[in-house]
């Protein structure tokens, strides 16, 4: 893979020569470049070779220089339990599904009952929108190869890959869980709530949370058999609390720990030639780490909404890895 932020003049030179893209920037650039194998997703945030910036003008685009093939496809409603049946036999699929869209809510709930989610590497993330402009603006999809931009639905990108090639999708989450908090359970799964167990005993969530002081910069984090993963706070208000990612009724959660400064911790864990992979980093982890101008490792890519290595989630940094398989293992 190769990733690069490119000029619209860059990036359509590439999409005319037949390369299959992923593509990140704001909805009117996209739209303007041409037809081709790629798809794009809107976000005006990136992670740079000189740090975190914002950016109206260029795109953030991903060769898949591997690809022998490619296909993009948008499922939506009932089609979405079916995105993996129009994958290749060996390859991977990168998903890009657009911010606060019933495609969004229904991936975020229901995605890990999909059938086959598990079985070939499942990449993306959530697109968004500049924050001045969550009002005004709608967060979108392009597929390339028919121009058309699309507010609902997730676009996948199913790529062929040879027989020598594997691909993996890794998740540097910065959080784990403060043991010392208390644990946290829900009645209901779902984007908000207004009530919680804590500790077995049933509370107001919001009036707990503001009693309490909670710096909801800090997520809730789960435990499944080791994987820790986050849900992150939207708001707290009069009504409930509301979160970026759904709570799952009867998974215990507790408070993450502080896990120091952003831009140190990130550095240290990215271990890995981001160059060559493909990777995305949570809005959220820009804006509580001040990544303004500031530089996460080698890894570069879009700043989101959400990131989705096979589920969705959030406050992490995913990333995709190629892999040359080994001559005998393939015979």
Request: proline content about 4%; overall charge negative; charged content about 20%.
């Amino acid at each position: 893979m190769k990733n690069q932020m490119m000029t619209p003049e860059q990036a359509a030179a590439r999409i005319d020569a037949g390369a299959t893209l992923v593509i990140a920037g704001d909805e009117e650039v996209l739209t303007k470049l041409p037809r081709g194998r790629w798809i794009g997703g809107t976000t005006v945030y990136f992670m740079t070779e000189t740090g975190g910036h914002v950016d109206r003008e260029n795109v953030f685009v991903t060769e898949l220089e591997a690809a022998e093939d490619a296909r993009a496809v948008l499922y939506e409603g009932e089609d979405l339990p079916s995105l993996t049946m129009g994958r290749f036999d060996n390859g991977l699929s990168v998903i890009l599904i657009p911010a606060f869209s019933k495609a969004h809510e229904a991936y975020a709930i229901h995605g890990a009952e999909y059938p086959g989610l598990f079985d070939q590497p499942v990449m993306g993330w959530i697109t968004g929108v500049h924050l001045d402009e969550l009002a005004s603006a709608t967060p979108k999809v392009i597929d390339g190869a028919t121009g058309r931009v699309h507010q609902e639905g997730a676009l996948v990108l199913h790529v062929k890959l040879s027989a020598r090639r594997s691909a993996n999708v890794e998740i540097l989450n910065l959080f784990t869980q403060d043991d010392s908090g208390p644990e946290i359970t829900f009645p209901a799964t779902g984007f908000a709530a207004e009530t919680a167990r804590i500790d077995g005993k049933e509370v107001d969530f919001a009036k707990w949370v503001e009693a309490q002081g909670i710096d909801t910069r800090l997520p809730l984090v789960a435990n499944y058999a080791g994987a820790l993963v986050n849900v992150s706070f939207q708001s707290v208000g009069p009504e409930g609390v509301a979160f970026y990612a759904p709570v799952i009724e009867g998974v215990n959660y507790r408070l993450a720990a502080s896990p120091g400064d952003y831009a140190t911790v990130f550095a240290h864990q990215a271990q890995g030639d981001g160059a060559q992979e493909l990777s995305c980093n949570c809005i959220l982890n820009f804006l509580f780490g001040e990544l303004q101008d500031k530089r996460t490792g080698s890894f570069t890519g879009p700043v989101t909404f959400g990131e989705i290595a096979y589920v969705l989630l959030n406050q992490t940094m995913v990333r995709l890895q190629l892999h040359e398989q080994d001559q005998a293992a393939v015979a």
